[in-house]
């Protein structure tokens, strides 16, 4: 149940309205099929007529919504209730006939039905916030814009606040707009009004060609009525063809709460959601008795025919389910009904049928009208992640139980699709055998491996996304005058970067391919290697490349560039789909390689155009930062046993053996410094939930005095090179290519700080703590995230960890595994990777890190992780995670054959080992880091402990006894 009619309606439910006027419609390049008048009050706003013609279909002139009727009438269809049960159902579209609308604005004012008074309370709450977002000179677009009721909340405060606003309502049924309009119209003055008659997909795709900005309005919780995939698809569907960057898009949720207010909210007392539901039956025997008459040639129906429902027959029925958060709503046959099909859509009925017999319901049976859905905390972000959009701002009601969401267009995306893993997944491992749990748990592994393995070798839309935001920054964020800038002398300028990623990714692509390198050859000698040197000696440095003296024209360089990347397309492309033959693993390894090479390049370059001016750089997006308003960090801790056998590295991955061999199926690339896989012991230890925050470290930094006895001197070598001084302020702001909002007054306070290894350790020391070694890490990463993905699957009564009674992450997956029939100890179904989070801030899905969960937050997090008991954690994305782990190799360590010094250049030696390193490692991602280095944790980063720029925060930890 939604405020508007769904965009699958089709326009052959009202009659085909017709112009009463020719003046030019308001719609900039509108269609000119596009039936164009104004309204009926005298020009106040225009119409534009956009459903398609009523053209008779391949049944007998039958009408689109008749053979939709007849199709999920006898054609029984998996459903969103249960993946294994076939079900009958009538279009969602038959629930908004004017009397459906007239029933459904009664619900919205009846006391259980809370979503429309929250919305107009996070409305009337923030709207000084929400209007903030909508430029001047710009379309607002809403999407379905049922009696206007709420909207006119936005417009009002758009009629004071703003000049040159054009609104623009879309609906598929042209009285309500006609009745809506007329009267906003002559009521506010400052605003342009346009009505739009036709299906979203008629209508949308006219608006991209407009160089104006645009905000589409979708409230109402109208995307309720999807499934998760449905919902991207719609939602990337106006992205591609609707939307410009900086252009968006704010979506009403209702959030997941307790289910007795959700079944309150879809059965009231008055019976009239009943009324409601059960008009569907009403308004097809309207549309049938109808199609009847048009097909023999009357004006009007037959009074003496009866309709194909007795409505008396049937009762309106509900049910929630908490896992999926989807109410689903039927109508179910009090008796045994029996439908006669008409003679006249005899023919119909059996070209879709295979028969005419008459359609039986037994008693009991269900026809399925509608699901609406009920959003967790991380649903937001991965819808936007899953259909090219960035989450920018939310507000909420009083109560957390709806919010109002802001999604943007960005510049550029890194990856297509974050994961395909969604709640379906679980749900469809929920219904599967619900007394099975080894079963269940199988499947759910089976799943998840499935939906977030990815290839060996990168894709091409991969590459091509991953070009986007090179793009973006090289030729966007960073203007051309400013590619020969070196804002961090420790690095080239930014020129040399343009022609190193070709040029690296040249080099291998010419041993995969055992062909020459591209022209010019000169390029290779160049650009090959960049610069590391020590930070405290810069004299010390690796063997590099020696750049030329004169830079290339920069066209040249990036003609280069488009020469290289033809050629990774055009192998890749030779390997990509089904039955194809396979490359060698030598040669597959030469592309993994230069793909993610290129991949962490883009976090080089992003850390090196922080330090520039904010003036000088170049914004790819619009970002709200909200207000800090005094949340709390979320800090927890969580205790783990640890162990003589803790894995560490990747296994099954040796360059050596596979060198001539043929990639093998579901094969994983990892750098040399991974392998070979390992083992360490790992005392008890706790580990906090969260890393530290900006707002954290900025109470550390000011009760520091000069001097400290690890070796940082001063106040300054505290500040983090990740902060700015906000003016004569005695603030900070953080260092991000969309603004630099305040440590101080803004959410930034709940970011995770950016500090060097050593401002890390004196933190930690300040606070009597240390930082996790590499294996602690690694253990507390990779045990939570499994533990944390089986509690949702599990009884709710198994809630065995709590943290304040000293129960381990482990040991509370020891039971819980046990509880499912599976011995711990021969859990090799899947890589511990599988169940990193697919909300992660990565892939650069945000341009700047983002809150950890508040103490406020974790008050409204999802009934079922109340449940569960487990703390919420976070250890991938954002920043990378400081480790006490100096940067050593793993036993019997083999450099890499195809790049010997990616490693072992920066390994400190022996005699390092008992003493402060040069190289600690770091592990995790950052909110720059590609998903393929994210999800494998396996990945060992590592910086200078000195060096300031990287994009890497810390967690304190420390050694409990057992």
């Known amino acids: 149940m939604v405020d508007t009619i769904h965009p699958e309606a089709q326009a052959a439910c009202a009659p085909q309205a017709t112009s009463s006027s020719s003046s030019p419609p308001l719609l900039t390049d509108a269609d000119s099929t596009a039936q164009t008048s104004t309204g009926p009050i005298q020009g106040k706003y225009g119409f534009v007529d956009y459903r398609a013609a009523a053209s008779p279909d391949s049944h007998e002139h039958v009408p689109p919504i008749v053979t939709q009727i007849i199709d999920g009438l006898t054609q029984r269809k998996k459903l969103p209730k249960d993946s294994n049960q076939l079900n009958r159902s009538l279009p969602l579209v038959l629930l908004y006939d ?77 009285l309500p707009l006609h009745e809506s309009l007329g009267a906003l119209a002559q009521r506010f003055k400052n605003i342009s009004f346009v009505a739009l008659c036709g299906t979203y997909d008629e209508v949308l795709t006219h608006f991209k060609k407009a160089a104006r900005r645009k905000t589409v309005l979708w409230l109402g919780s109208s995307i309720g009525n999807y499934t998760t995939s449905d919902a991207c698809k719609f939602l ?23 289910p007795n207010v959700i079944m309150d909210a879809y059965h009231d007392s008055e019976k009239v959601t009943d009324e409601f539901e059960l008009n569907v039956l009403s308004h097809v025997n309207t549309i049938i008795a109808d199609t009847i008459a048009t097909l023999k040639g009357s004006t009007s129906p037959d009074p003496n025919i009866d309709g194909l429902f007795d409505v008396s027959k049937f009762e309106y029925t509900g049910e929630y389910d908490e896992v999926t958060g989807g109410h689903s709503a039927y109508l179910r046959a009090l008796e045994d009904v029996v439908i006669k099909w008409p003679r006249e859509l005899l023919a119909t009925i059996r070209s879709i049928c295979g028969s005419e017999n008459d359609l039986i319901l037994k008693q009991g049976e269900l026809i399925f009208i509608e699901s609406s859905y009920k959003f967790g905390k991380t649903a937001p972000e991965m819808l936007a992640r899953n259909s090219g959009l960035t989450h920018s701002a939310e507000w909420t009601d009083s109560r957390g139980y709806y919010t109002l969401n802001l999604f943007r267009k960005p510049l550029a995306t890194m990856s297509p699709l974050s994961s395909k893993l969604s709640s379906e997944t679980f749900q469809a491992v929920k219904h599967d055998a619900p007394t099975d749990h080894a079963h269940k748990l ?119 560039r488009d020469r290289v990347r033809e050629r990774i397309i055009n192998w890749v492309s030779r390997y990509e789909g089904k039955d194809v033959e396979m490359p060698s693993a030598e040669a597959a390894r030469h592309v993994w390689m230069s793909f993610e090479h290129e991949a962490m390049h883009i976090e080089t370059l992003l850390y090196m155009v922080l330090q520039m001016d904010p003036a000088d750089i170049n914004s790819p997006a619009e970002v709200t930062f909200a207000p800090f308003r005094a949340a709390k960090t979320y800090e927890r801790w969580m205790q783990f046993k640890g162990g003589n ?80 001084k906000l003016g004569d302020l005695d603030d900070y702001g953080v260092r991000t290519v969309v603004g630099n909002p305040s440590v101080s007054s803004t959410e930034a306070s709940l970011w995770p700080v950016l500090v060097s290894h050593k401002q890390a350790t004196a933190y930690a020391n300040w606070c009597g703590k240390r930082l996790p070694s590499e294996a602690e890490w690694t253990h507390s990463s990779r045990t939570y995230h499994l533990a944390h993905t089986l509690a949702r699957l599990s009884d709710p009564t198994m809630a065995m960890f709590n943290s304040q009674a000293g129960e381990s992450v482990d040991g509370y997956l020891d039971k819980l595994l046990s509880a499912h029939a599976v011995d711990p100890r021969e859990c090799t179904w899947a890589p511990y990777d599988m169940f990193v989070p697919t909300d992660a801030n990565i892939d650069l899905v945000h341009w700047h890190p983002t809150s950890e969960i508040t103490e406020e937050s974790a008050k409204m997090y999802d009934s079922i992780e109340q449940k569960v008991g487990l703390p919420e954690a976070r250890f991938i994305g954002s920043a990378w995670e400081w480790t006490s782990t100096q940067f050593h190799p793993f036993e019997g360590f083999r450099p890499s054959a195809m790049y010997a010094g990616y490693s072992a250049d920066f390994f400190d030696p022996p005699s390092a080992h008992d003493a402060d390193s040069t190289h600690y490692v770091v592990k995790g991602a950052s909110y720059a880091t590609h998903r393929r280095i994210a999800h494998r944790q396996t990945f060992r980063n590592w910086y200078q402990r000195a060096y300031p720029y990287v994009l890497a925060t810390f967690r304190l930890c420390e050694s409990v006894a057992e």
């Open 98 to 174: 004017d009397k459906g609308l007239e029933l459904f604005d009664r619900i919205t004012y009846l006391p259980e039905y809370y979503l429309t008074n929250c919305e107009i309370e996070v409305l009337e709450t923030d709207i000084q916030d929400i209007i903030a977002e909508i430029p001047e000179d710009s379309d607002v677009i809403e999407l379905g814009c049922g009696s206007l009721r709420k909207t006119q909340l936005l417009l009002e405060a758009l009629d004071q606040a703003r000049s040159g606003i054009t609104y623009y309502a879309i609906d598929v049924m042209p």
């Open 236 to 258: 990337s569907n106006i992205v591609d063809h609707a939307l410009v960057p900086n252009d968006a898009i704010i979506i009403g949720m209702d959030r997941k709460k307790d």
């Open 442 to 560: 199988s499947t759910l592994l089976e799943n998840v491996v499935a939906t977030r393995q990815p290839s060996a070798i990168p894709c091409v839309s991969e590459w091509k996304h991953m070009w986007s935001v090179w793009d973006a920054l090289t030729l966007s964020i960073i203007s051309r005058d400013k590619l020969f800038c070196r804002p961090i002398d420790l690095r080239h300028p930014f020129i040399f970067y343009l022609g190193h990623l070709p040029a690296f990714a040249d080099i291998h692509m010419s041993r995969a391919e055992s062909a020459p390198l591209t022209e010019p050859v000169s390029y290779a000698e160049w650009f090959e290697r960049g610069i590391d040197p020590n930070i405290e000696d810069p004299t010390i440095c690796h063997s590099h490349s020696t750049p030329p003296t004169d830079w290339p024209e920069i066209c040249d360089i990036l003609a280069y």
């Open 645 to 724: 056998a803790i894995p560490l590295g990747l296994s099954g991955d040796n360059e050596v053996s596979l060198q001539s061999e043929m990639l093998p199926p579901g094969h994983v690339f990892g750098w040399d410094n991974e392998s070979p896989q390992t083992s360490a012991t790992v005392e008890p230890f706790a580990i906090r939930t969260q890393p530290i925050t900006n707002g954290e470290y900025l109470v550390f930094l000011s009760q520091q005095s000069t001097g400290s006895p690890d070796g940082v001197s001063s106040y300054n070598d505290l500040t983090p090179k990740s902060w700015i």
